[in-house]
Structure formats: C-alpha cells, structure tokens
C-alpha cells in the first residue's frame, strides 16, 4: 500500500497552467499537469461495440508515463482534485482521468474556474463538486458519433475517389458551403447597371475655379486613382460635396446601358468628348464590355437645395469577444488563422491575462463590470461612462457554456504594458481583448446624420439628387477604438438656396457575385447555422485545409476539384448527413444530452440505424470519381476528356485510349495547366527549372530531367521546394545519426536542424514522434552531439548557398527581390466587393481593389490595421509564420490535445 504523504493532488491539462496555479495553492498541493487527453478510441478500428455503443478507450501511447506517475501521486494523496477546463471536453478529459487513475468518487473532486486569478482559484477550491456526467456522456456521444460517421463513410471514398480521403459530420458540411459558394460564384452572370454622381458647392464665384482643381486633383496622383478618404478630404477643405442621382422625370433612377445614362447625364449639363471601350476577355456577359465617358461641364440647369434633413443617432459599443468573434477579429486585423489565434489565447489565459477563451456568453460577471467602470471613469472621464452597465445578448440561441466573455483578468494591465512583458503576437491578441472588453462598457458614439436633396429642372425631366454626410459630435467608445465612419462631411447648406455643378461623372458598374468565405466570415456562418461550437471552429478550419479540400487564395477560401467531387458524392450517398439543418439540430440533441438528461445511448442508436443502411447502399449508388466528365477536348485527336485520379491527384485523360491516350495537368481547381517557367535557373546545371505540383505542394524541378543520358538516366534531377509564397526553400540537410536511445521507443536518434536550432529526433518517426532539444542533453551524450553539429552545420550551409545560386544572390541574402508585395486583407472592395490588398505608392500605402485594372477602386488603409498588421516604414508587412499542419484524426474532433 502506497505511503500518504497527506498532500492533495491537484490535475490540470498543460504545464503552464500547472505552473500558473501552483502559485495561488500552499505547500499541501501537488500540482501536475496530464498533457491533455489521457484516454481516447483506439486509433485503429471502430472501437465502438455498434449493438450497445460501448466505447473501448485505451490510454494514449504517448501519455503512459504521465498516468503511471500520476497513478502514484493519487494513491498517495488524500483528495485529488481535478481542475481541467471548465467547457465539456474538459469535463470529460477530468472523468477520464478519474477513471485511468482508479481515483473513487469520495476522493475525486472536479474544480472550475473561468480565469486563473489568486481569487478565482481559491474560489473553486473552497467549492468543489462531482463530475458532471451528463456533460461528459454529451461528450462522449459526440466523439462516438464523429467517429461512426468517418470510419463508416471514409472506406466509400478510398474505394470511389481515392486512398487516404477522410469524411467528418461537421468539416464535411463546412467543406460543402464553400463548394456551394464556389458554385454561385461560377454560375453568376453580372448585370450591367450606371452610376451618376455630381460634385457640388454652394459659391457660385468659385464653382469654375473648383472645377479646374478637381480635375487637377485627380489627375496628378502619381499613384493610381485617389482614395476615397483623399477625395472627402480635399472636398471637405473647399466646403464642396457628392450626391447621387436617385430620381429621374418622376421615376428611380435605374440605367441599365450606356445610352440612357449618357442621355439622363447630357440633360444635367454633361458633354461626352468620347467614350472609351475595352474588353474584359474573363468576365461573363455585360461585364466583357467596359466603357468610361470623358466628359466635361457645358450648359447645366439650375440646382437647388430641396431640404436638408439632420437627425443624431448614436452607435453603441461591439459586444466583449466570444470565440467566433475573437477568430473573426484577429484574422481581419492581424491576418490570424484560427488555430494560431487560439493557441495564443490559450496561453494567456494558462499565464492568467484573460479569462477562459472558449466560451459563445457575451456574458460579464459583477466583478469584471466593478473592475472596469471605475477604471473608465478615471481614465477617459465622466462622460464616457454610461449611467448603467451595457448589456449583450448572445448571437448564438443555444450558447452552451452559461460562464463569461473573453476578458482580461485585471483592466489594470493595459495594453502598454503588456506591449513590455509579452512576445508580440500574444501582445497583439491580448490588446484586441483588451480594448473590446474596455470599449465595451463605455458610452455610445453620436453623431449628426445629414441627408441633402437638391433637385434640378432639365429638358429631360427633373432630377433628384441626394448627397449623405455624418458629422462625429462626441467620439465615446471610439475614443479607443479609433473612428470608424466613411461617411463625407457636408457643408452648410441651406434649403432653397442653389448649389453649383462642378463635375457631372456617369460611371458603368456590374452586379457582384456573393463574396468568398475568409476565415473570419466562414466562422461566422458557420456560428449563424449552428454547425460547431466555439472549440471546434479552428480544428474545423484546419482539416478541411490540411486535406486539400479547400485553399487559401489572397485569405479567400477556394473549393479545389478534390473538395468539389468529394462534396458530389457525399451528398449524392447521404443527404441527410450533409444537410445544413439536419447537422444543426444534432447539435442541439447533443446539447440537450447535458442540458436535458437526454438518453445518449438512445441518440446514437437512432442515428445509426437508418445511416448503416445508407452506407449499405451507396457502394452501389456511387460511380467512382475518375471518369468524370470535363468541358475540356483532346488537342491531339479533338475527343473528350474525363477527370482521372493518380497518387498526385488528379488530370485530364484522352476517352480514346487507343490510338491517342494524351493527358493534360491541371490545377486544384481543374483547369488545364501549362508548363511554367521559372525565372529561377537550375543551381546544379543552369538549366530552366519548371514549376511543378507534387503530392506536398509545388516545386522546382530542372528542365534537365526530361533530357536522357546515355543509360537513359535524366542528366539533372534537382528538385528545389517551394514555400506557400512560391518563395525557393532550402532543402532539408539529411539528418546524422546517433547512438543515443530514444526515451520512449529505443530507436535511435536522429541529429537535424531546424529554424529554432538543431535538436534531436526518433529514426523512427512518424511511429514514435519523440525529440528532444540539444541543451537538455548532458555528459557523453552531448559530447558526441557537439562533435557532430559542424558537419550538420555544413549541410545546413550548403542548402542555403544552392538556395542562395538558384535567386542570383550572395550567401545569405535574404529570398525574395526586397520588395514588398500586395497585403491581402478582409476589407471587401465599396465598388465591385472583391477583397482589398494594400498597396505601396509613392505617397506611402493605400488600399487598392485586387480586381485592378478592371476596378480602380482605392481606399486609406485604416490606421489601426497597420498598427495592427505591423508595417514598418519601408512597407514591409511583419507577415505571420505559416501555422504547421497538425496530423488530425479521421473524425472531427473539438481541439487537439495540449
């Protein structure tokens, strides 16, 4: 029998938690940390008995050590409390360490607490309670259910699409809206419709002179068109205004060609000098034709001021973040993905600056409002206190976690702070948090909202124009978060006084298609369906990324063919499962498994029964992938040709096999590749290297390859990779082995370098993923490490040098050409609704529509989204890393292990 020590043992999730706590606990605490999850299925087989849903869990390979420690500890102890997350999957994560330690009820006690704060802390220790086990069966029935639905469905489509494809009741649907919107987008066929605007003053004497500089001032640029924000300032300076023709002899204004807005313009005075035609080769419909009227002013009617219409609205302050807003934030501020996002969240909220990070509550505890009132007061004034607290309701009905929102612990530790005693990315997403949290108690913002008539009497009928401005009269929570209004400023005006025309400008414009899912606003549809929840958004994210179903383009997400195909046949095999709704309401069954007591044993018998016998019968329904019809011909013969599948995915083959049998690459989209070319040369033989596709991404591969010697063998095969920017990277220097053990497995290890220094890894990865960093290393081992690392270090050298010869630079120059490229970002174009890039010009950055030349729309860059962003004086983005690909499970699961 174990010997007690009379110490309680107290469970958390990660090292950094176990740390952050045991300073608030006294020396009769023990705290250790299980790394995560303890227990799971088994990674191979079902492992689920399907007759009563009895699932076999097996303690995690790489946990083994832990649970025997812990093993130890518990029997020693007198209590062992288990302080794991406070959401569902930590209630199951400390059940099932109750049941992989043996712990009984009477010593096991479950421990909560929504931030680790001294007071929190011993708050939850001073009220411990049981395992609920209605949220762990809830648990339990969604892991069961995830896991049922990718082992049943995953086989169909090795056997129709190819080896290796995976299904998921949640990522397979996330995957299908955007191959749905993809879809749209393809279908869309834009309509052609005309703008008239005019640029107006109410001085007459200085309408001709303003006119001349208004010209003046948007043609001298010497970077492109003028921004908006450009445009209202100068306007604003010499007390001129636009307005928009919305009324034309009695009716809408509504042009649909160019002939009836060029009439409705000359009736307001415009003179067409010519009209300039282009043709847009890969636009659809009208939008292949652009046209654009030079003109200028000649005999205009008389302009009056009809009425003038000021009414004050107030803007109130955004809700404290929640999960999907947090992920929403900092990927349209800080071009975050999810996963990096909550993996920084994470941390703060283990070292104790925030409270818990998953959460759908826009909740605010009495302690967290009597923290920050007073702190606003002191800090900002009277005024920007609002009389009562502010109170959100959540966007989300069935919100599961009833805890708080995202916030800082202490409202005492600003972002300034922070900025000292942070790395840089926490720093960033904890002043997002903070400045939410602050803003969001403070007053409203109110401003003075004015809308213009002015009419004119012309040959054609009369003309209602209507100009809108918005004046900012006090600044309220915008005082923190920056002012955030487009809107121009109006001059005085007065009713029935005339105005004058200083340009008349009719411009073509084309209906959009709906826009692409980012990540911020895939999370968020993803919120409004109710497919997921809060843990599940980045993990979602991930997979559907890591699997090749969808990329990434300039932050926009795009359904390759593998998605698309995967998508067909899913829906086509099991309807229901890939229903939005029917994905939806099994959340909220799942929910009520916890909330209501449901029997779920009894949801999954439910479920499985009619979703066996779909299984059953769409190995015959389903026609396999490769096949598949294109809308592409055969260059050599003129046949058909049909999507077939190889280990690189897939390409366009000849129907007529014999006699032709040619094959065509194509893209992730389908569409036929051409050979391109690098502008980068072969660092071994000087050839011309080839842009390739392989199955991990794309590379450089020497022209020389197809060249044959005398065996037949290619006279050069140098492959060079490539990173996501397309940018060459240097090959990996082959590891050197050792005769050092590995700690779990005894393989040997493995010497090799990486970007944060050498270290060492298992020869037999990925079996055994061990490794181990070079300073932990003592005595003989880390002699024959260090005698080593020189011929480790050469290896390293030489790739960076073939890297160095194949971009024409020195050793050691950085890749690329030093210049600064288009910054995606999440901003949707005002004119044609595709995203924004910003752009550096010769009067500093700017933000430009990425559909330029066809749209020349340009806009300011938001002052707080190049703090945001990190741009230094040279126009440089600080760009964040690329976030490793994890290696997901088959099934959907709610976050990784820690």
Excluded at 143 to 150: K, T
Excluded at 600 to 609: C, E, I, P, S, T
Aim: hydrophobic share 35%.
């Amino acid at each position: 029998m174990a010997r007690k020590t009379g110490k309680k043992l107290v469970i958390v999730e990660s090292p950094a938690k176990a740390r952050t706590i045991n300073k608030y606990l006294g020396d009769d605490y023990v705290v250790k940390a299980s790394m995560g999850h303890v227990r799971d299925l088994p990674s191979k087989g079902m492992g689920v008995d399907l007759k009563t849903f009895e699932p076999e869990y097996e303690i995690l390979e790489s946990r083994g050590k832990v649970i025997k420690e812990l093993r130890q500890l518990a029997k020693q102890s007198d209590e062992v409390y288990l302080a794991t997350d406070l959401d569902r999957e930590g209630e199951a994560i400390a059940w099932h360490l109750k049941e992989a330690l043996a712990v009984p009820d009477e010593k096991a006690h479950r421990v909560i607490f929504n931030a680790i704060t001294r007071s929190e802390i011993q708050k939850a220790f001073q009220n411990p309670h049981r395992i609920d086990i209605d949220r762990v069966n809830a648990q339990q029935a969604r892991r069961i259910l995830d896991r049922i639905v990718g082992y049943e469905i995953s086989p169909l489509l090795w056997r129709k699409v190819a080896r290796g494809l995976s299904a998921g009741r949640v990522q397979s649907v996330a995957v299908r809206l955007i191959v749905e919107r993809e879809r749209e987008i393809e279908a869309f066929v834009p309509s052609e419709f005309w703008k008239i605007t005019g640029v107006f003053t109410a001085e007459a004497a200085k309408a001709s002179l303003l006119a001349a500089k208004w010209n003046d001032f948007l043609a001298n640029t010497g970077n492109g068109e003028r921004t908006k924000a450009e445009r209202d300032k100068w306007l604003a300076e010499h007390e001129a205004f636009v307005a928009e023709l919305v009324e034309f002899a009695g009716r809408k204004f509504e042009a649909s060609d160019r002939d009836s807005a060029r009439k409705a313009a000359e009736a307001l005075g415009f003179v067409l000098d010519r009209a300039e035609t282009s043709e847009d080769p890969q636009a659809k419909g009208p939008a292949r034709n652009l046209v654009v009227f030079r003109g200028r002013l000649g005999q205009v009617p008389p302009f009056v001021v009809r009425s003038v219409e000021t009414r004050r609205t107030s803007v109130r302050p955004p809700a404290p973040f929640i999960t999907s807003t947090l992920q929403q934030a900092a990927s349209s501020r800080l071009s975050f993905g999810a996963q990096r996002t909550m993996r920084i969240a994470q941390a703060l909220y283990e070292a104790g600056y925030i409270t818990y990070m998953r959460t759908d509550s826009t909740n605010l505890s009495g302690e967290a409002l009597n923290m920050v009132r007073p702190f606003i007061e002191t800090q900002y004034g009277k005024n920007y206190l609002p009389e009562k607290p502010n109170f959100y309701a959540s966007s989300n009905k069935s919100a599961q976690e009833a805890h708080e929102a995202i916030r800082p612990t202490d409202v005492a530790f600003t972002p300034r702070e922070a900025h000292a005693k942070l790395a840089p990315d926490d720093y960033k997403v904890y002043q997002l948090i903070w400045n939410r949290f602050v803003a969001c108690q403070m007053a409203p913002a109110v401003f003075d909202q004015t809308t213009a008539t002015i009419v004119a009497a012309t040959h054609g009928g009369d003309a209602v124009f209507r100009a809108n401005g918005r004046k900012l009269v006090f600044d309220g929570f915008m005082r923190l978060t920056g002012v955030s209004s487009e809107d121009q400023l109006l001059p005085e005006l007065e009713e029935q006084k005339p105005v004058y025309p200083i340009q008349i400008d009719p411009t073509q414009h084309f209906t959009q298609p709906p826009p692409r899912f980012t990540e911020a606003s895939l999370v968020k549809e993803l919120e409004r369906l109710g497919i997921g929840r809060p843990s599940t958004y980045a993990s979602i994210i991930q997979t559907i990324q890591d699997r090749e179903y969808v990329q990434q383009i300039q932050r926009r997400f795009h359904a390759t063919m593998l998605g698309s195909i995967v998508t067909d046949k899913l829906i086509q095999g099991f309807p229901e499962i890939m229903d939005v709704g029917f994905t939806a309401s099994m959340e909220e069954k799942l929910d009520e498994i916890a909330e209501k007591h449901l029997d779920w044993v009894k949801l999954l018998r439910d479920f499985y029964g009619p979703f066996h016998k779909d299984v059953e019968s769409a190995l015959d329904k389903l026609e396999h992938a490769g096949g598949t019809p294109s809308p592409y011909s055969c260059e050599k013969c003129g046949s058909p040709m049909v999507y077939r599948i190889s280990k690189n995915g897939f390409f366009l083959a000849c129907t007529k096999r014999e006699g032709c049998g040619a094959t065509r690459p194509v893209d992730q989209q389908g569409k036929p590749t051409v050979r391109e070319v690098s502008e980068h040369k072969c660092p071994v033989c000087g050839r011309e290297m080839i842009k390739r596709r392989g199955r991990f991404g794309e590379f450089l591969g020497c022209s020389g390859y197809s060249v044959k010697d005398n065996k037949g063998n290619p006279v050069c095969s140098t492959i060079i990779n490539l990173d996501k920017q397309g940018n060459p990277l240097p090959p990996k220097p082959k590891p050197i082995q050792t005769t050092i053990a590995c700690e779990k497995c005894g393989s040997p290890m493995l010497l090799r370098d990486s970007k944060r220094g050498p270290f060492l890894g298992c020869s037999s990865f990925p079996r055994c993923r061990s490794t181990k960093m070079v300073k932990k290393l003592a005595g003989a081992e880390l002699a024959q490490v260090e005698a080593l690392l020189p011929a480790l270090k050469e290896s390293s050298a030489k790739a960076a040098e073939m890297v160095a010869k194949v971009l024409g630079q020195g050793a050691g120059a950085p890749p690329g050409n030093g210049k600064a490229g288009p910054i995606a970002t999440d901003i949707d174009c005002e004119e044609c609704g595709k995203p924004m890039v910003i752009r550096t010009g010769r009067r500093g950055r700017f933000l430009g529509c990425s559909g330029y030349p066809k749209c020349k729309q340009t806009a300011e860059v938001p002052a707080k989204l190049l703090e945001e962003l990190g741009l230094n004086g040279n126009g440089e983005a600080k760009t964040p890393s690329s976030e490793p690909a994890g290696n997901l499970p088959e099934d959907d699961s709610e976050r990784p292990a820690e």
